[in-house]
C-alpha cells in the first residue's frame, strides 16, 4: 500500500505542479487572504479544468475554512485546500471502491469500454485484464474495434500480454455481431469476466452513437443483464469537453463509470472535480501512465493525499 501510495504520488507529480504548487506560489507571493489572492487561485483552479462553478464552490468553502482561523502560511492553505478537496470528492462516494472486486454471483461480468478516439480504452482494458487474470480470473477480451486492422492487432497484443483469451474476427465485420460473439462464447465457456473494446467514436456523429445502441442490443441478446458496467473512457487532458462526451455517449449506452486515463501526463487535474460537479457518474479507475500496471482504483482520500503531499514525507 505505501508503495502503491509513493508510485501514485510520483505519477501526479506533474499535475501537482501545475495546479497546488501554483496555488503555493501565489499565497506565498501575496502573504496576504484578500480578494485578490482569491481570484488568483480561482482562476488556476478554472484553468486547471475544475470548471468555474466548482471554482467558486472551492473558494467559498475555503474562505469559511480559513476565516476562522486566520492562519497565513503556505502550509495552512495546503491543507485547508485538500480538506476542502477531498470534501467534495468524497461526497457520495464508496472510500472502499473496488473496480476489481466483482460479484460472485455474476457469471460471465460483461464490461463494456467507449469514449472518442485515442482515449486509452484498448490500453486500460490491456491493465485491467492483466489485474483479472493476476487474480485467478478467467477473462476474455473481445475485440470489437473491426474498423481498422492494427486495432484487431494492437488488442491482441494486449491480451498476450495480460495472459487471457481474445475473440477476434477478421477486419471490417460487423462490431455488434463480432460482440454477440463474443459475449455468447464467454457464457457459453463459462468466463468470469469479459472486456469488450470497441473503437473510438465522435460523440457528435449521430450514426456511430446509433452504432454504439446496436451494440448493446446485441451484448443484451447473448447475455440479458449485461452489460454489468459500462465504462466511459475520458482523457484527462480533454478539459471541459469531457463532460460533453458523457452526456452523448451516455444516451446511446447507459454508462456506470468513467476511467480517466493520462492522469500521469496532464498538468491540469481539476477535470476530476469538474465531472464530480457536473455528472453523476463516478470515476472508478485512472490510467497513471502506458505499462500494464499503470492503472488504479480512483479513491478521493488516496488521491488527494498523493496530490497534495509535498513529496519528502510518506502519504
Ligand atoms: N501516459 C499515458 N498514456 C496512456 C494512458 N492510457 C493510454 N495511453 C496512451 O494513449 C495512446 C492511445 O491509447 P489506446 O489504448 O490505443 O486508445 P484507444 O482509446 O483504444 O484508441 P482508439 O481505439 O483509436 O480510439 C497510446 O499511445 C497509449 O499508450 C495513460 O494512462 N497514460
Ligand atoms: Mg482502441
Known amino acids: ?52 462553478e466548482m471554482a467558486e464552490q472551492i473558494i467559498e468553502r475555503l474562505k469559511k475554512e480559513l476565516k476562522t482561523d486566520r492562519i497565513k502560511s503556505v502550509e495552512v492553505v495546503r491543507i485547508y485546500l485538500a480538506d476542502v478537496m477531498q470534501d467534495i470528492l468524497f461526497k457520495d462516494m464508496q472510500e472502499d471502491d473496488d473496480f476489481f472486486s466483482l460479484p460472485e454471483e455474476i457469471k460471465p461480468y460483461v464490461i463494456a469500454f467507449v469514449g472518442v478516439n485515442g482515449t486509452g480504452k484498448t490500453t486500460t482494458i490491456g491493465k485491467i485484464a492483466h489485474r483479472f487474470a493476476k487474480a485467478g480470473k478467467k477473462v476474455l477480451i473481445v475485440a470489437g474495434d473491426t474498423f481498422r486492422a492494427a486495432a484487431i492487432d494492437q488488442v491482441a497484443i494486449w491480451a498476450e500480454r495480460a495472459g487471457v483469451d481474445i475473440l477476434r474476427s477478421e477486419p471490417e465485420r460487423d462490431p455488434a455481431s463480432v460482440i454477440y460473439d463474443g459475449v455468447a462464447k464467454a457464457v457459453a465457456k463459462s468466463y468470469d469476466v469479459v472486456l469488450i473494446d470497441t473503437a473510438g467514436r465522435q460523440h457528435t456523429k449521430d450514426r456511430l452513437m446509433k452504432e454504439l445502441a446496436k451494440i448493446d442490443r446485441s451484448i443484451k441478446k447473448a447475455c440479458p443483464e449485461a452489460p454489468h458496467e459500462t465504462v466511459l473512457v475520458v482523457d484527462s487532458t480533454t478539459g471541459q469537453n469531457a463532460i460533453s462526451q458523457a452526456l452523448h455517449f451516455n444516451e446511446a449506452i447507459k454508462l456506470n463509470s468513467i476511467a480517466l486515463t493520462k492522469f500521469d501526463g496532464t498538468a491540469k487535474g481539476g477535470i476530476i472535480f469538474n465531472i464530480k460537479q457536473n455528472l453523476q457518474i463516478p470515476v472508478r479507475l485512472l490510467g497513471v501512465g502506458e505499462g500494464i500496471d499503470d492503472i488504479e482504483n480512483f479513491h478521493a482520500v488516496r488521491f488527494v493525499k498523493a496530490f497534495f503531499d509535498k513529496g519528502d514525507t510518506e502519504a
Do not use: H, P, Q, W
Not at 484578500?34 to 488556476?44: A, F, K, L, N
Open 1 to 52: 500500500m505505501l508503495n502503491m501510495m509513493k508510485s501514485l504520488k510520483d505519477k501526479l507529480s506533474k499535475t501537482k505542479s501545475g495546479f497546488i504548487d501554483k496555488i503555493a506560489e501565489v499565497v506565498s507571493v501575496r502573504g496576504v487572504f484578500d480578494e485578490e489572492t482569491y481570484e488568483e487561485i480561482e482562476e488556476i483552479l478554472i484553468r486547471n479544468d475544475t470548471g468555474f
